[in-house]
């Protein structure tokens, strides 16, 4: 490798527009950039797991071939030559995709997903498949087959979850931009306890096509960056619609970087006085309502809101995301791919200990939710239940967006936790979504920014929740926002 | 009181499209196992379906011939089960929103009666793989060709009364869906197969213990399984062990003519319906429904009550014509050439009818075409040939010889109806026969006969009967 450790880090603390930019004057290759994080993975790795595949090989052979497209003049896409990394769940060709789970430790996917396709075709160079929680069920990245990730901002931490692998490779710049996935807060969780920026399109915004099912009424890809920009300038490569996701949405896409440097004047926001309930740490509840004075400071107005169904969310989605995740993972049975248990004695047998040993804890218990919600007798009590609660707090959400363009609050009630502190408490680790799910029941698009550390030093981020398909000025809040902080820039000091 | 038979069918009619009902799959049959199976059918992850408008559609045109409700917001649903040909773990289905609500089915009785049975609904589904047993040890193939294959269902109402019934209601919705174009009707191949539930009772009593007899696929076997299943129910009630019958689901072995048990009650899955996240439901307006509607062609019923008044045919003979679309394309388009349609309806229901019988074919595989047939009509009301003759003919052209005139042609069969030719024939065998002319006059008739069989031989049954019986009696009067 040709580059000393200051120019790697020079060029690792670039923005994917300050990349762009330098690639296409010449200052600096593809190869150069490439080799970059290659090395930060190769140095930095083992201390924070972030990755369950670095697709090195590819990534080299990649950057060969961008190189030479960008000087061809064949390629001059704003994502052109930037390296990325995808959470393991979205498929690869050729690649090793486990969706964090042992019963996937031998899956190559023989085709790509919709994303992936996409960032493929824009010119992005993958490094590799990002740590995740088994199958996205989990708030805390333990759950992985594939070992706990650790928070660059102190490794006794963890990075949250499901995304962890890719906040915190964003966080200790083991890539600049990761696509994450959220089904309950598995992006914004995440890219709040990193302290980097990560956006939940609206449901429908981004084709699920090749993304490994949870629970496919709230499943959303979405980037995770440093800062909102970066964000914009993937979004605009994988929204859109795409046909092989019946539920995927055909309203137009905008230009999410057009819009990043309007003004906030006349910013009506909205804060639900059940965010600020009790639950929230007292530490994180000051944070987060400096981060909205700031705002009002700029002329934004400020008003409370009433979001009366929100404590149900949690419940709802206990329901709903297990009964759903029950049936999509059923595919998982030993027959056509994945792991299947050693000399099978019959068909049964195959099924039963294939699934015994290939799920997770945390994954099984989701299936036995799932499966009992769904069971004769009480799907009527639960499942349709939890569906006409999930219709109220959709309408709350509704009705609260007539009188406001935003909404913000806390994305989690603490700060990153200690590895293993909530393990064996399912019911605490559910709890740490207790701010996300609802956003995600109704289908919204949601981010996490950063916003200031607690005394510990660990990141705190604010949740802001836009109108369906309003994915533009949520980015364009964030932005200004970090125009005026540098929260967002901040690295951890044993990773700088 | 006699026992009554109780009868309610479930259909599933594979529709006849190009493609898969949620992958882009070819759905042709007979391919090398797993040639036709995409990452969808084989479930890989990841992957999500994607609805064939042409099954909405092709369910529309059902539900509108049979009369019934459409649904106008369908929902696909999930049904949860693990078998190794079901690849996802679950088929998607319709289960509280179905394409097709209540409607009705009129078939016609042995005694010309006509009898309602009543639809409950019909729904989309996907169909399973296969299980291939042959060619492994101690182990199972699958062959995922035949996934997500989309099959419509059509459930009865316990409206039947009998193995006879159920024969004519099949048969009926077999016709139907052939006519609406939706499903090719093969029955050994699959495309049309049915469970039959059946239980007996006695009139003014509940319904008895339910068996359900699974995937028959012939007129023949639904008629066996029921007469051996209402026997079997009947005869362990009457031996007081009417206990033993239990509501389970049978398989009918046709070589011994029997069921057997496949699986009890106990054992029947709680498949865990709930809709499918990954389908958004099916939205359909009135003027969807009003655009298929002028798609439909002329349904059966409708078309029989035409044959009867348009070209005077009986109930009998416009019945057995409109059996099949293309047949009764193919009589409209012989009675039109030949301008006689009970000429047309005779031969068809007739000679053409038993010929197809004897060698097991179904009318689309009728090696003669209608212009063809027109062609031999013609021959018969010019007195060509005679009708005697026209057989022979037929045989001729169905053994692919040419059409009527050169078949005719080639065999000498050319009718003599030259009267002078007949004459001279005639002529011949008066003065032979003296003895015979000398009965004949003397007042016995029967030997008339006689003279008609020999005229006939001279002229290699050439000579046209009417002519010769004519001039055999002037002649013969002396």
Known sequence: MSHTDSTSGALTSLSIKALHQGITSGQFSVMEVTQAYLERIERFEPEINAYITVTKESALA????????????????????????????????????????????????????????????????????????????????????????????????????????GAAAVAARLAPMVLGSDTGGSIRQPASFCGITGIKPTYGRVSRYGMIAFASSLDQCGPMAVSAEDCALTLNAIAGLDERDSTCSTEPVPDYTATLNQPLTGLRIGVPKQFFAEGLNNEVATIIQAAIKAFELQGATVKEIDLPNSHLAVPVYYIIAPAEA??????????????????????????????????????????????????????????????????????????????????????????????????????????????????????LPGMSIPVGFTQSGLPVGMQLVGNYFDEARLLNIAHQYQQLTDWHTRMPAQFA | MEWETVIGLEIHAQLATNSKIFSGSSTAYGAEPNTQASLLDLAMPGTLP???????EFGIKL????????????????????????????????????????????????DGTVKRIGITRAHLEEDAGKSVHEGFVNQSG????????????????????????????????????????ICDGNMQEGSFRCDVNVSVHKPGTPFGTRVEIKNLNSFRFIERAIHHEVARHIDLIEAGKGHLLVQETRLFDPDKGETRSMRSKEDVNDYRYFPDPDLLPILITDAD?????????????????????????SAYDAGLLVQSREEGEYFEAVAKGSGDAKLTANWMNGEVAARLNRAELAFEQLPISAEALVGLLKRIQDNTISGKMAKDVLEAMWQGEGDADSVIEAKGLKQITDNSAIEAIIDEIIAANPEQVAQYRSGKDKVFGFFVGQAMKASKGKANPATLNDILKQKLAG
């Not at chain 1, 992005?124 to 928070?151: H, I, P, Q, T, W």
């Not at chain 1, 059923?330 to 299947?340: E, I, L, T």
């Not at chain 1, 406001?404 to 009630?413: K, L, N, Q, R, T």
């Open chain 1, 326 to 443: 029950s049936s999509n993972l059923s595919r998982f049975d030993g027959v056509r791919y994945g792991a299947r248990c050693d000399n099978p004695q019959d068909l049964t047998d195959m099924y039963k200990r294939t699934r015994a040993e290939g799920f997770g804890e945390e994954v099984k218990r989701r299936i036995m939710i799932g499966t009992y919600a769904l069971s004769a007798g009480y799907y009527d009590a639960y499942y349709i239940k939890a569906q006409q609660v999930r219709r109220l707090i959709k309408n709350d959400f509704v009705q609260a967006f007539n009188d406001v363009d935003v909404i913000m609050g806390p994305c989690a009630p603490t700060a990153a936790f200690k590895l293993g502190e909530k393990v064996n408490d399912p019911v605490a680790m559910y709890l740490e979504d207790l701010y996300t799910i609802p956003v995600s029941l109704a289908g």
């Open chain 2, 289 to 313: 429904i009003d655009a298929v509607r002028a798609d439909l062609p002329e349904l059966p019923d409708a078309k029989k009550a035409r044959f009867m008044s348009e070209y005077g045919l």
């Open chain 2, 50 to 56: 994607v609805l064939n408008k042409k099954a909405v």
């Open chain 1, 62 to 165: 990649s950057a060969v071939t961008i190189d030479n497209r960008i000087r061809a003049g064949e390629l001059s896409n704003p994502l052109a030559g930037i390296p990325y990394a995808l959470k393991d769940l979205y498929c690869t060709e050729g690649v090793l995709t486990t969706s964090g789970s042992k019963i996937l430790h031998n899956f190559i996917s023989p085709y790509d997903a919709h994303v992936t396709t996409q960032l493929k075709k824009a010119g992005g160079v993958l490094l590799g498949k990002n740590n995740m929680d088994e199958f996205a069920m989990g708030s805390s990245n333990e759950s992985s087959a594939y070992g706990c990730v650790r928070n660059p901002w102190n490794p006794e931490y963890v990075p949250g979850g499901s995304s962890g692998g």
């Open chain 2, 142 to 181: 699958i062959d995922l060709n035949r996934a997500s294959t989309p099959l419509l269902e059509i459930v009865s109402e316990p409206d039947i009364r009998s193995a006879k019934e159920a024969v004519a209601y099949v048969k009926k919705m077999h016709s139907l869906v052939r006519y609406l174009g």
């Open chain 2, 63 to 110: 539900g509108l011939a049979l009369g019934a409700e459409i649904g106008k917001h369908s929902v696909f649903a999930r049904k949860n089960y693990f078998y190794p040909d079901l690849p996802k773990g679950y088929q998607i289905s319709q289960y509280e929103f179905p394409i097709v609500g209540k409607g009705q089915l009129d078939i016609e009785l042995e």
